[in-house]
């Protein structure tokens, strides 16, 4: 197998050289002096990471889509003037991994098992499996709770919660990355790296800090920060959520769907139910056949059939969302958040 296969390791840095701390020279030096050193000292088990250039974002994006290709998670960004950071510190480099999206397969849940300790009447383990003919064949486990070493990081960083085992964590979730933040009910977190813009030329680390959840599901790479209180929401990835005074969603929400709009009010008004799709020639045909008794129940009964369909128990931030309103605000059942 080491014939076939053999070990190599990928090196893409020189920390130090010739007993010289070399982390604070600017990246591109760091990089001219370690493909010296490798060409000065040729070894088949050192390769040298490849290193890929593109004049333009679209460039970038073209080969991180071969990303998979190449047997790897996507690009690493690095300025070519920073320096090596020293652990999750940013304040003298800047790195960013540009992932690409991962594959999603349909798989049947085989087996849920009852956590340990404080996870004991959750089940968290599970095991999945796929069609092979008419065989179900396990391919994967996954672990949903939080290890006792990411509560103590998060409880260490200013964060509490009602009852940690209803706290649900992404793969390779990251506990640093949840500050001052406290958690109820059953909230789903994903996986936090990198930074998101939050207005142009202007980013922040992506993360939950400073904020009070009830029950809510945040998506991969969203930052949420300074929102007193959120709840009953699935914020979908890449959003951003800064200095809220609340946003939730109380019951089933409509989204405004339903309600009785009043048109012509100079004649009497005819009242028009409201709903997503609804345009201003909709709306004017209902309004003009007042008399039209049967046709004015019958667009009641459907636009009420299409609201019960619509109701959501919870509220929704799509994806790559940017909301930043100011902390005396309060949003509850808002279909859309648009800038005008």
């Not at 509490?160 to 059953?186: C, I």
């Not at 977190?189 to 939950?208: A, K």
Request: a neutral charge.
């Amino acid at each position: 197998m080491l014939r076939d296969l053999p070990v190599v390791l990928c090196v893409y840095d020189l920390l130090e050289s010739g007993g010289v701390d070399r982390r604070a020279a600017p990246q591109h030096q760091r990089r001219a002096w370690l493909e010296a050193l490798l060409a000065a000292h040729p070894q088949p088990g050192l390769l040298l990471s490849p290193l890929l250039s593109g004049d333009s974002w679209a460039d970038l994006a073209i080969q991180r889509d071969q990303a998979r290709a190449r047997g790897v998670e996507g690009l690493m960004l690095k300025q070519r003037h920073a320096a090596y950071g020293v652990g999750r510190t940013k304040d003298v480099g800047t790195w960013w991994k540009w992932k690409i999206d991962p594959y999603t397969v349909d798989a049947v849940l085989l087996y849920a098992q009852a956590g340990h300790g404080r996870r004991s009447t959750l089940y968290t383990d599970y095991t999945f499996g796929v069609w092979d003919g008419e065989a179900l064949v396990p391919v994967a486990k996954a672990y949903s709770g939080l290890t006792r070493e990411e509560i103590a990081v998060m409880e260490d960083r200013g964060c509490h919660a009602e009852d940690w085992t209803l706290v649900q964590v992404a793969q390779d979730f990251d506990p640093f990355r949840v500050r001052r933040t406290h958690l109820k009910g059953r909230c789903a977190l994903g996986r936090f790296g990198g930074e998101v813009e939050v207005m142009p030329g202007m980013t922040l680390g992506t993360g939950i800090y400073d904020c009070t959840l009830v029950a809510c599901q945040v998506g991969n790479d969203c930052l949420i920060e300074k929102v007193r209180f959120a709840g009953n929401l699935i914020v979908e990835r890449g959003a951003v959520l800064f200095d809220i005074g609340a946003i939730t969603c109380s019951g089933a929400a409509r989204f405004g769907c339903g309600l009785q709009l009043p048109l012509g009010c100079e004649v009497g008004g005819r009242e028009v139910p409201v709903w997503a799709e609804a345009t201003v020639d909709a709306a004017a045909m209902i309004a003009s056949q007042r008399g039209d008794h049967a046709g004015i129940a019958a667009v009641n009964a459907a636009v009420e059939s299409y609201v019960k369909a619509l109701a959501s128990p919870v509220g929704w931030v799509r994806r790559n969302a940017l909301v930043v309103i100011g902390t005396d605000t309060a949003i509850d059942g808002v279909r859309r958040i648009v800038t005008s």
